[in-house]
């Protein structure tokens, strides 16, 4: 009988030590090296060695068609996804529990089964009397899906092979498949790798897509070896907080599209409804005549969105003030703290000071500087900025207002959704900038900004210095 050799795999890197250790020695992190068995045998001896060839080497100049790509029948995914499913690609779908990826999944599969596609779904978390109960629930029942639920990883491509015709295969998740060559247990390190390998190799050879739903971590991040994300073609994230109806598809990468596009869609009884305009859904409850509140015109990937941003000061006499961010980068708004306070005289020190981004989407261009800098300066005057203004513009250490790109397209949104005038960077020298319908309002200092409100109280925290 085989003797069984033990080592230890790291499940965050996938580093191999022969003995067990705190901390991985490859990348740093603690309490993840986990014992493996490995059957020393006749299985791993070494392969025989197979004749060298040459491979065909070609010219860069050439030709070669759009790949053709699948509509799923869902706009928002499709414009994530560049215009559909790429025969042949791999995409992976992470996103925290209960947001909704396998909502999302099962009702593009469904769209694509009543356009005439052949669509397998395969789950490995749940029965398939499971999968037929949500989607009666989101009214898909009717829709000529084939389902499966399995985790053995030969029986599947196996069946895989077998298919003929198929569109498109979603696997629900990769960590709960198993390969019975392996003797680690299902979502550990090698077997994510070996599992989506095959997979892949499979979609490739037969030329059909394939999703792959992944879990992710305490820290967000996709659970698994980080190669998993260089071997597949997409990675898209489902972002947003179960306390709020939006959810976010954001992608991260996308080898046959636009990367860091979005899709918005709001999760309702009947499942995941696609927002066609999402900046009117995301202003719909604003109120104007607050203090505090500032409309950013934001980009994500190609697409212009609107979203309002809204800070509140509060005086703390006493102790450390607290500084809470929701959507936005907390350095971020440490370094305009103090530009306010050292280029425009703002005395923010003494108060705590709460800055939220309302709808629970994640703004992280440095373009929403200037709005931010419009909804504090507002606070601590408490005097409400331009009901029809919109704000964006980069904010230097020295308190310039420095350009952002797409300009023209985020004024064009502006004034689609109604506004009227908008706060932006000045133009060079050599260039004007000219919107029709909008009154613009350049700015060229952080200083420019705070003249426009009066302090009536100079003696309170947060008012400007004389």
């Not at 996308?254 to 869609?265: L, P, Q, S, W, Y």
Request: some cysteine; glycine content about 12%.
């Amino acid at each position: 009988m085989a003797r069984a050799a033990t080592r230890y795999v790291c499940q965050a890197c996938g580093a191999v030590s022969p003995k067990w250790a705190g901390k991985c020695e490859t990348c740093g992190a603690w309490n993840t090296l986990v014992e493996e068995q490995v059957e020393a045998g006749p299985g791993l001896a070494k392969a025989k060695p197979v004749a060298a060839r040459k491979i065909a080497l070609v010219s860069l100049a050439g030709s070669a068609e759009p790949p053709p790509r699948a509509a799923t029948g869902i706009a928002e995914l499709d414009r994530v996804l560049g215009g559909g499913l790429v025969p042949g690609s791999a995409v992976l779908l992470g996103g925290d529990p209960g947001i909704g990826k396998s909502t999302l999944l099962l009702q593009a599969a469904a769209a694509l089964a009543r356009g005439g596609r052949r669509v397998l779904y395969i789950s490995g978390e749940e029965a398939i009397e499971q999968v037929r109960l949500r989607a009666r629930r989101l009214g898909l029942a009717d829709a000529p899906l084939e389902l499966a639920a399995a985790i053995n990883l030969r029986d599947i491509v196996a069946t895989l092979e077998a298919a003929a015709d198929t569109t498109l295969v979603v696997i629900d998740s990769i960590q709960t498949m198993w390969l019975d060559s392996l003797d680690s247990a299902p979502g550990s390190v090698g077997q994510v790798r070996a599992c989506s390998f095959e997979l892949i190799r499979a979609a490739k050879t037969r030329n059909f897509s394939v999703v792959l739903v992944g879990h992710v971590t305490k820290d967000g991040a996709i659970a698994g070896p980080r190669v998993l994300e260089h071997m597949v073609d997409a990675v898209l994230y489902f972002e947003g907080d179960r306390g709020h109806q939006f959810r976010i598809l954001r992608g991260v990468k996308n080898r046959f599209g636009a990367t860091d596009e979005i899709g918005v869609f709001a999760m309702t009884g009947r499942g995941l409804d696609e927002v066609a305009n999402p900046s009117a859904l995301f202003l719909a409850e604003r109120r104007g005549n607050v203090s505090g509140s500032a409309v950013f015109a934001g980009l994500e990937g190609s697409r212009p969105v609107l979203v309002e941003i809204q800070a509140l000061l509060s005086p703390n006499p006493g102790g450390s003030p607290r500084r809470s961010v929701i959507g936005w980068d907390s350095g971020r708004l440490a370094m305009l703290m103090a530009v306010l306070e050292t280029r425009c005289g703002l005395r923010l020190g003494a108060t705590d000071v709460y800055l939220n981004v309302a709808g629970g989407l994640r703004v992280s261009e440095p373009a929403a500087d200037l709005a931010v800098a419009a909804a504090l300066v507002s606070a601590a005057s408490d005097q409400p900025t331009d009901p029809g203004m919109v704000y964006f513009g980069e904010v230097g250490l020295s308190g310039e207002v420095r350009q952002v790109a797409q300009a023209d397209l985020r004024l064009k949104e502006a004034q689609k959704l109604g506004f009227a005038r908008a706060s932006l960077p000045r133009p060079p020298a050599r260039g004007r900038r000219s919107a029709e319908g909008l009154e613009l309002a350049e700015v060229g200092h952080l200083s420019d900004l705070v003249a426009r409100f009066t302090f009536h109280d100079r003696g309170a925290a947060g008012a400007a210095e004389p």
